[in-house]
């Protein structure tokens, strides 16, 4: 599923909102969202956390901190409760250093996550690209 992914978004940029589905719409209630869209030269992302199930107001968050003050399109690419997740990337907008390395995992701890989300920016960029780190991540409920 990795080198999948890391086709699909090197292809277009609108193929990272349908990729990221693939990680898994948990539930149509959670409190953990994570918004995702195109910037310019490279992926931005949302998120939100600590809301109550199916709050509203948790994915309006994660759109609007995906979409930043230049609006980007953005849109929730998955939900999560008692999981963790993590963003992973090789540079930040609009500092990108080509190639691009871009990973997101939802996962039932933050280890995982992490590892997995690394996993992916390291396989998208490939050899002698920047490296990877761990942008955002956080847990909800139970999952540590």
């Not at 995702?36 to 992926?43: F, N, T």
């Not at 690419?77 to 997101?104: R, Y």
Request: net charge positive; hydrophobic share 40%; aromatic share 8%.
């Amino acid at each position: 599923m990795t080198r999948t992914l890391a086709v699909l978004l090197r292809l277009m940029p609108a193929c990272m909102v349908l990729a990221f589905g693939f990680l898994g719409m948990r539930s149509s209630t959670a409190d953990g969202v994570l918004a995702l869209g195109y910037a310019k030269g490279g992926p931005t992302y949302g998120w939100a956390a600590g809301f109550s199930k199916g709050s509203a107001d948790a994915a309006a968050h994660a759109l609007n901190e995906c979409r930043g003050i230049k609006k980007y399109n953005c849109e929730v690419v998955s939900t999560f409760h008692d999981q963790c997740f993590a963003i992973s990337s090789n540079g930040t907008a609009p500092q990108w250093k080509s190639p691009i390395g871009f990973g997101l995992a939802i996962a039932k701890d933050s280890a995982t996550a992490a590892q997995e989300a690394i996993g992916q920016c390291q396989s998208m960029a490939g050899q002698g690209a920047p490296p990877c780190v761990i942008r955002k991540s956080d847990c909800e409920g139970s999952a540590k």
